[in-house]
């Protein structure tokens, strides 16, 4: 092979074929270029066997050979490519090396600066802003401010009062600009994003396969994680033993599922546990996050690394009313890029989010990952996406090592050994420098540092594309840069990020910027650096400023008819004559594949919260306090008015319906307030765990459970301290007198921690938990039946049936004969007894069953209720 240098410039670098070459604006890049028309992380050169070539890598403003824009291009002797503009940009080639270098390098070509558009007079609107009384929807065809130093592709020179800015091209220079795209370089490849799908494995088709495997008939192929397995696939998303291919002696092939955790999909649909299908020539079986297809009877895989491309077409949410909240969304991504979306308040950046994750699908339009129709295909492509919302998804009360662990636990597929989670822990710890703080609680850190433990919990899974929602909300300008830099490097490593923000500070950083206009519409979408030249002003204060004062304005129509629209938009192969779904596909069909069984779910969930209650000493010495005091409340009232009389003279005891009502209130506010906040505080945790295959049941069981016990035991320590000093009868109706009222305590204990789940089932945040808690306590203790007569009260009576305290009084008073120990309501009669409190066992059946039938069907609607706080996409 000759010697050759790459020269960029009149700068040199020596080229070994062994290695490949980052070109780009990053310091850290092998080639690094001070040019502002090349992207932070360019292209690539390398050596391919046959030649060296250059691939963009998803650059803003391209790679262009012999003028055309290109992906992928041969650099050989005599051949140049130029970055960012097909005329003056930065121009790449390959010489001989000189004998002796030159003492002075030629200095880089750096573009002519220019002025930024001036900036409206105030009051004034925005450019292309139609006059007043002209109609605000036609698309203004005025000017379209361009930024400094890039000049369009065949562009002349500009002078006169438009000067600094070019009209949007016509419709045949767009088509012969796309033409020109499409034209491979001296025979080379078509570049991928440029060719059309076909069938369900054109996604994989565009790529070349990373590796091949022979299958030979009656021959079967295991894949799985196991060394064991004829495909080995390293990916702890995988099951060790997870699939198997089969190829008949009569040359079909079929997919046999081994009962796997995650799941095995043929053509992004779930194939049943255990079950089997037949693979025909396009179709594409997916495991974890690698894709196997059958080309002439020969298997090729795909590995998704990050090199995928993710797209939205024409997305479009209407809400009850009509009224479109997300209007006409269309934009395209390139691989491993940072893109920020902003916008003023109800331009309908958290619905996109939601929309371009799949939490709510958009009523029309689609989400493309890398050519996948992501609402079909959620229950496969759910691994790939990480999101990061802007509350924290981790237990604050834990240490950062053992939250992630119970994270990885909870994802990862049951036969994962421990040592392999623990691998991928460390190895995620320090790819965000974290490993020094791993054993610091989460609620210790910065909110910096907090972030970065919500990203790591997501990039356990390593996923290809990542979401966050408002990542700097509430952190200080040097926070906020720390944590764009994470994204940034996330990016650079081979992901693709998109940030929801409000932030403006660090948008330099990203490669491409989709500013959201009110009313849900795109109001711009390209480089960040030519966003305020577009708009015309020097500020995103100016611009956010006019957003609001020309709400009316046709914002979407403006940007549809610039140059950018053409550059951008369509440049990413999104066609808006195309067709795009418009019902959405049914929830059912994406239901994921749990990655563990119920039980073990069930284990791992009981566990973490154990945890998270332990580490939280303060609610702890408030569970233990709260009924000591209340049972020391009910001991004041004096031992004379015990629950029973202490002479058979003294018929009628006036305090015991007092002493059981204290009991039954206090326990009902105790076991409530045990439960009030425990769903409003975990609904975001709540809301991401599920989107990864956590089971709901196991979720609200897990809790059930361990409130359970803890309110069982706070209803033993009220009950023991409370009939203490209390003269009880000799015998009760099945059980000694304390233990029957012991177990009612504990059941309307139960009951009422059900209810407390209700509340927090319903509300929308923590602060509206305590007033609904004081009023469940004071309409229980209205409704005991111990303060007045609520029995032969036609209406009254059938309310107090739905009151778990009417049920747990009934339940003690039917044990100490509470109708015949209180004095009579009408002393004029003084049968008339309540026939809930009758003294017998069939009663005290009854009763018991009441309540606790009250708790199951109470906590059925909070399982119903908890519905709204999953991805749409998977509502059964």
Not at 214 to 230: T, Y
Not at 428 to 445: A, I, N, Y
Not at 487 to 503: E, P
Not at 828 to 843: F, R
Request: glycine share 10%; charged share 20%.
């Amino acid at each position: 092979m000759p010697e050759l240098v790459l020269e960029v410039n009149g700068r040199t670098w020596p080229l070994d074929p062994s290695r490949s070459y980052t070109v780009g604006r990053d310091p850290q890049a092998d080639v690094a270029l001070d040019d502002a028309r090349v992207s932070w992380r360019h292209a690539t050169v390398g050596w391919d066997g046959r030649g060296w070539v250059v691939e963009d890598h998803g650059s803003t403003n391209g790679t262009f050979a012999r003028g055309h824009r290109v992906q992928r291009a041969e650099l050989g002797p005599g051949a140049a490519v130029h970055l960012g503009n097909a005329t003056d940009g930065p121009r790449l080639s390959l010489r001989a090396p000189a004998r002796s270098a030159p003492a002075h390098p030629l200095p880089e070509q750096t573009p002519p600066a220019r002025p930024a558009g001036p900036r409206p007079a105030a009051g004034a609107p925005p450019y292309g802003a139609p006059p007043q009384g002209a109609r605000a929807e036609a698309a203004p065809t005025g000017p379209v401010p361009q930024a400094a130093g890039r000049a369009p592709t065949g562009s002349g020179p500009r002078t006169g009062p438009q000067a600094g800015f070019r009209a949007a091209p016509p419709a045949a220079e767009a088509a012969e600009a796309a033409e020109a795209q499409e034209r491979p370089l001296a025979g080379g490849p078509v570049p991928p994003q440029n060719r059309g799908p076909a069938g369900p494995g054109a996604a994989q088709a565009d790529r070349s396969p990373t590796t091949f495997h022979q299958v030979a008939l009656g021959r079967r192929m295991r894949i799985g994680r196991a060394l064991e397995n004829e495909l080995v696939v390293s990916d702890l998303q995988v099951s060790r033993h997870h699939a198997e291919f089969h190829a008949t002696p009569e040359g079909r092939f079929e997919i046999h599922d081994l009962g796997s955790h995650n799941g095995t999909y043929v053509n992004g649909q779930p194939l049943p546990k255990s079950g089997t299908a037949r693979l025909g020539p396009h179709d594409v079986v997916g495991v974890g996050h690698s894709a196997f297809r059958l080309v002439e009877g020969r298997l090729e895989e795909f590995v998704d690394s990050g090199d995928i491309s993710f797209s939205a077409r024409r997305l479009t949410v209407t809400v009850d009313g009509g009224k479109q909240i997300l209007k006409d969304v269309s934009f395209g991504v390139p691989e491993k890029s940072l893109i920020a979306v902003i916008g003023p308040s109800g331009s309908g950046k958290s619905t996109l989010l939601k929309a371009l994750t799949g939490y709510r699908p958009a009523d029309q339009g689609e989400v493309l990952y890398d050519d996948r129709d992501l609402y079909k295909q959620f229950a496969e492509l759910r691994q790939r996406i990480g999101l990061v919302p802007q509350d924290d998804i981790l237990h604050k009360e834990l240490t950062v090592q053992r939250a992630l662990r119970y994270a990885a636990k909870l994802r990862f597929p049951a036969d994962t050994s421990e040592q392999e989670r623990q691998e991928r822990i460390s190895e995620v710890l320090g790819e965000l420098k974290l490993d020094v703080h791993k054993e610091k609680k989460v609620t210790s850190l910065s909110g910096g540092q907090r972030k970065r433990v919500s990203v790591a919990l997501e990039l356990l899974t390593k996923p290809s594309l990542i979401f966050l929602d408002e990542p700097t909300s509430g952190l200080d300008p040097g926070m906020d840069r720390d944590v764009m830099q994470l994204l940034r490097g996330l990016a650079d490593d081979g992901r693709t990020v998109l940030v929801v923000t409000h932030s403006v500070a660090e948008l330099a950083l990203c490669d491409k910027l989709l500013v959201m206009a009110p009313g849900g519409s795109v109001a711009y979408f390209g480089p960040p650096e030519e966003a305020l030249n577009f708009f015309g002003y020097q500020s995103w204060a100016d611009v956010f400023s006019a957003f609001e004062e020309y709400r009316d304005y046709d914002w979407a129509g403006r940007w549809k008819g610039s140059q950018h629209y053409q550059l951008y938009v369509a440049d990413s192969d999104i066609s808006a004559s195309q067709p795009v779904p418009t019902v959405r596909p049914a929830a059912q069909s994406a239901k994921p594949r749990k990655p563990q069984g119920w039980f073990a779910q069930l284990w791992t969930l009981m566990r973490r919260y154990v945890a998270v209650i332990v580490s939280d000493k303060g609610f702890l010495a408030l569970t233990v306090a709260l009924p000591v005091v209340l049972g020391v409340v009910s001991v004041v009232i004096p031992a004379k008015w015990g629950l029973a009389a202490p002479e058979p003279p003294a018929r009628f005891n006036s305090a015991a319906g007092m002493v059981l009502m204290i009991l039954v209130v206090g326990i009902c506010l105790s076991g409530a307030a045990n439960s009030v906040r425990e769903l409003i505080k975990e609904r975001v945790i709540y809301e991401r765990e599920r989107a990864t295959g956590l089971s709901r049941s196991a979720y609200l069981m897990s809790k059930v459970i361990v409130l359970g016990v803890v309110t069982a035991l706070q209803g033993v320590i009220i009950t023991a301290i409370g009939t203490s000093s209390r003269a009880l009868p000799e015998d009760g109706l099945l059980l000694p007198p304390a233990a029957e009222i012991c177990l009612a305590i504990i059941a309307i204990g139960l009951t009422s921690m059900v209810v407390g789940l209700l509340i927090s089932s319903l509300v929308r945040t923590s602060e509206m938990t305590m007033p609904l808690l004081v009023m469940f306590a004071i309409v229980q203790l209205v409704f005991t039946g111990t303060l007045f007569q609520i029995f032969g009260r036609p209406g009254l009576e059938q309310l107090a049936w739905l009151m778990p305290s009417r049920w747990a009084v009934a339940a003690s008073g039917a044990t100490l004969d509470l109708g015949h120990l209180m004095p009579p309501w009408d002393d004029k009669k003084p049968g008339d007894l309540d026939p809930l409190w009758e003294h017998s066992q069939a009663q005290w059946f009854t009763d018991m069953g009441v309540l606790l039938g009250l708790g199951l069907v109470l906590l059925f609607v909070v399982a119903r209720l908890l519905r709204r706080h999953e991805p749409e996409v998977m509502r059964k």
